[in-house]
């Protein structure tokens, strides 16, 4: 998927770790009920090494807070959705699966 059609649904306010991009589009583009993604703050902490990682956190007022984590460092995502949260967590396991 090109950013132009994701750009609608992806607001790049912030730059993005490495990785995350790649795997926001997939989850874009294979879930319709995703209206959007924000990435938020990005800071650098030692465990985040290998394949990109994502854990939903927190509900918010029109979805969820999840951490990618990925190249050293943790980025915030706002995901608004009205999926649950296990319905979320399997569409990021299969967007993740999807990238490699």
């Known amino acids: 998927m090109k950013l ?3 750009q609608g ?13 790649d795997f ?3 989850l874009l583009a294979g879930n319709p009920e995703v209206r959007a993604v924000i ?3 990005i800071r650098q902490v030692r465990d985040a090494r290998g394949p990109v990682k994502v854990r939903v ?3 918010t007022t ?3 807070k ?17 999926l649950d949260k296990p319905a979320l967590e399997k ?10």
């Open 4 to 6: 132009r059609a994701a």
């Open 62 to 64: 029109n979805g969820w």
């Open 39 to 41: 990435p938020g703050v």
């Open 9 to 21: 649904k992806l607001k790049i306010e912030h730059s993005i770790i490495d990785g995350v991009r």
């Open 66 to 82: 999840a951490i990618a984590l990925s190249s050293g460092a943790r980025q915030e995502l706002f995901i608004s959705t009205p």
């Open 91 to 100: 569409a990021i396991e299969a967007a993740l699966r999807e990238r490699g």
């Open 24 to 26: 926001l589009e997939t």
């Open 57 to 59: 956190t927190v509900p």
